[in-house]
């Protein structure tokens, strides 16, 4: 259980209690964790983000400002609304990077994993710049077809309801 803001006793959270989950906005691989606080609600939160090597996380922006402290690994990072691998800045473990909100930007785990944290004021938020990068909105909206393809949904008839 991460720790709360608002908890008054001293609680220190080590590495083996770090309890890392698939977050529905990720691509399948990257993980999160929760460390302190709810990112959903209203607060103060910390989390970290493992990403292995090779995945990228496609433009997208959040609403609240972040600070991201690179734990391990090298964090690869671009600005701007279209992925573009030649201008991805490394960052060695101990950087800190402070990312305004509403700041599209990128990821590449471009040399192999890395983790970081992020600590930030909530509620989370993230946005992809092209819905045909986020994986909440290809869950739902892209079926696949017999031989394993991506299909768009067929279109519904007004009137009609599947059964």
């Known amino acids: 259980m991460a720790h709360q803001p608002d908890q008054s006793e001293f609680r220190v959270i080590l590495p083996e209690e ?11 691989g990257a993980r999160l964790a929760v460390v302190v606080g709810h990112p959903t609600q209203a607060g103060p939160y910390v989390i970290r983000v493992k990403v ?4 990228k996380l496609m433009p997208h922006k959040h609403p609240e400002d972040r600070i991201y402290t690179v734990l391990s690994g090298v964090f690869y990072i671009g600005l701007g609304y279209t992925f573009n691998g030649d201008k991805v800045n490394a960052y060695p473990p101990g950087s800190v990077i402070v990312l305004p909100g509403d700041t599209w930007h990128f990821h590449w785990a471009k040399s192999g994993e890395y983790v970081t944290q992020v600590t930030a004021i909530g509620p989370l938020g993230l946005e992809y710049h092209d819905l045909q990068d986020d994986p909440r909105h290809l869950h ?24």
Do not use: L, M, Y
Request: one cysteine or more; hydrophobic letters at 35%; a positive charge.
């Open 18 to 28: 770090i309890a890392w989950e698939p977050f529905p906005a990720f691509p399948t």
């Open 52 to 55: 292995s090597g090779g995945t």
């Open 140 to 163: 739902v909206n892209v079926a696949i077809d017999r031989v394993g393809h991506r299909t768009p949904p067929k279109p519904r008839v007004k009137g009609c309801q599947r059964a």
